[in-house]
């Protein structure tokens, strides 16, 4: 990592501190945004040994899915970066370090443990309404923040529903042996939810008793326990924790409970306040969807760079496009009152309502879908007085639908005004120029 000694500020953002952490093919560093005064953790991985390892897939993955899921519960990605030779990943930073600390000095009180599985679940959810499978849930990959809120982390073993086999299951055998459900071992396919859920009971089991309900010193012996679901309570545990955990840890995944389910459980609904911020957590999830900027947010110079031919990004956050573009993001010369008119008019013919300011629209349908109403947000950059960069993406509902909706109505309608840059180049001055639009 070379290239990040030679400057303490990267990119002319970020102002990289002490090394955190050291892994096979990234460092992490304690970083802080000079324009902001955020700390931030700042993951510098190395081009040429993610190819050399193969790598390079899952690191686009575990992207684009934290860049889909949103949720105070869940660490959050703030910014992919990029040069020649390095990947720049600035992620939220957790202080508090892993649950995993708290455990193993002891079980918890049932209030406390309550608390951290509501937020595991609360997080867990959302993913799934996301269409994003977590797969390798434990408490070594739950973070604890300063006020002592869960934060899901690592989504290196994740997989999204365009994933899914013909049969409608995956199959791809991954996890933590402990904590992996009986299908997945089984190797006949599974559904990511309710593998998920398994692996969430493993994790309740684990803050009540402070150790494993499936433990064997022969892996294989262990996955029997796991496959027969054989596992006992200690005397501690409330009733309504055993039935929760016996419905979580039922190894026929067809009879094991939902979160939805889960939810409406007495013993779940029960509040304790045992983390300090857990009120604060609460608001976060009610006013997700309201948050907007005020602004229009004028791209900085690595913005740029990642739309040039040679440094695109957009592969490490985003799945592969299918023949028909599903949105995401394009150039175009009109002002944002323009694009904004556009959307609204769009907004108008179907029935959508709107909400706006001056670089956000989020467009919301009034029936719900198969995943509730669907939404479609809309993002605005200035990158010159007269170039603007549009990121479009679903908001909310199911994922065919959006893809309906984007393209059959949304790209036809702003298919006059949308752009395609040739090519950027760099001056040596580091002044980046646009050379040539089309239109598309």
Known sequence: ?????????????????????????????????????????????????????????????????????????????????????KIYIAMEYIRGGELFAKISKGRLREEMARTYFQQLISAVDFCHSRGVYHRDLKPENLLLDEKGNLKVSDFGLSALSDHLKKDGLF????????????????????????????????????????????????????????????????????????????????????????????????????????????????????????????????????????????????????????????????????????????????AKATQFSIKKSESRVRLQGMECGRKGKLAVAAEMFAVTSAFMVVEVRKDGGDTLEYDQFWSKILRPALGDIIWNSERLYISKKGIYYLLRAETT
Not at 181 to 209: H, M, N, Q, R, T
Request: charged residues 25%; glycine residues 8%; aromatic residues 8%.
């Open 1 to 85: 990592m070379q290239d990040v000694k030679k400057s303490s500020v990267l990119h002319g953002k970020y102002e990289l501190g002490r090394l955190l952490g050291i892994g096979n093919f990234a460092k992490v560093y304690q970083s802080k945004n000079i324009l902001t005064g955020e700390l931030v953790a700042m993951k510098v991985a190395s081009k040429e040994k993610l190819i050399q390892a193969g790598m390079t897939e899952q690191l686009k993955r575990e992207i684009c899915v934290m860049k889909m899921v949103n949720h105070p519960n869940i660490v959050k990605i703030h910014e992919v970066m990029a040069s020649k030779t």
């Open 171 to 346: 199959h791809t055998t991954c996890g933590t042996p402990a904590y992996v459900a009986p299908e997945v071992i089984g190797k006949k396919g599974y559904e990511g939810a309710k593998a998920d859920l398994w692996s969430c009971g493993v994790v309740l089991f684990v803050l009540l008793a402070g150790f494993l309900p499936f433990q064997d010193t022969n892996i294989m012996a262990m996955y029997k326990k796991i496959y027969r679901g054989d596992f006992k309570c200690p005397s501690w545990f409330s009733s309504d924790a055993r039935k929760i955990l016996k419905r979580l840890l039922d190894p026929n995944p067809i009879t094991r409970i939902t979160s939805s389910e889960l939810m409406q459980t007495n013993w779940f609904k029960r509040k304790s306040g045992a983390v300090e911020g857990s009120n604060d957590i609460a608001k976060e999830i009610d006013n997700a969807d309201q948050n907007s900027n005020n602004y229009v947010e004028t791209m900085n110079a690595f913005h740029i760079i990642s739309l040039s031919e040679g440094f695109d990004l957009s592969p490490l956050f985003e799945e592969k496009k299918r023949k028909d573009d599903k949105g995401g993001r394009f150039g175009t010369v009109m002002p944002a009152s323009s694009v904004i008119s556009r959307l609204e008019e769009v």
